[in-house]
């Protein structure tokens, strides 16, 4: 990103303000520098992100952060913006090269607002979800028979083997309890087999 976009975002950050009814909001504040955030998200059936709005009290940098963030997870499916957030790599390819050092941790804060956003509205369609299967990974439509079929045809033991099989998890994260929870029901069922014998 040329270092013009980063100074425009520092100086005239977009996407700054409340909204009303948002389909997930989420929170994220600092204990050492005493800033907080607020990240509302508009979602559409897709589960793609049509808007993103933030408000903070703190320094330039979180807001830019912010800024940054709210334009480039616009567009692009909640599982995505998770994915995107929790990956320092795709953080770091969003700025310059020379986003001071200090302040990377108002990017990692950012980060967290926006996950804890996703959170909120894969929380919220879980609640309400009404198929056949029970939904686990809302980001990325993964049900409980999709997981229980590859933990019992993989001999898979841990949540990131789930995730690498099925990409449940991939996303926000939400959904690590309820993985685990069908990870021991497999277990003490006799349904992961490891060789010819059963865990």
Not at 104 to 111: H, M
Request: hydrophobic content about 40%; glycine content about 8%.
């Amino acid at each position: 990103m040329p270092a013009s976009v980063i100074t425009q975002h520092f100086f005239a950050p977009v996407n700054v303000g409340h909204m009303d009814n948002p389909d997930g909001a989420g929170s994220a504040a600092s204990v050492s520098c005493g800033a907080v955030l607020r990240v509302y998200l508009r979602v559409d059936e897709a589960q793609r992100i049509t808007a993103a709005r933030f408000k903070v009290v703190g320094c330039s940098y979180l807001v830019a952060s912010c800024s940054v963030l709210s334009e480039a997870l616009t567009g692009k499916t909640t599982g995505e913006a998770a994915v995107i957030c929790q990956s320092p790599a795709s953080l770091v390819a969003l700025m310059v090269q020379d986003w001071p050092a200090e302040k990377e941790n108002c990017l990692a804060l950012a980060s967290q607002g926006f996950v804890a956003a996703i959170r909120n509205y894969s929380d919220a369609v879980r609640d309400e979800w009404s198929g056949a299967e029970a939904l686990i990974c809302t980001c990325f439509g993964v049900s409980d028979k999709t997981i229980e079929a590859a933990i019992q045809t993989g001999g898979l033991r841990t949540i990131a083997e789930v995730t690498k099989a099925s990409n449940a998890g991939a996303g926000c994260r939400s959904c690590y309890p309820l993985i685990e929870d069908i990870l021991d029901q497999c277990a003490r069922e006799g349904d992961v087999v490891f060789g010819d014998s059963p865990r």
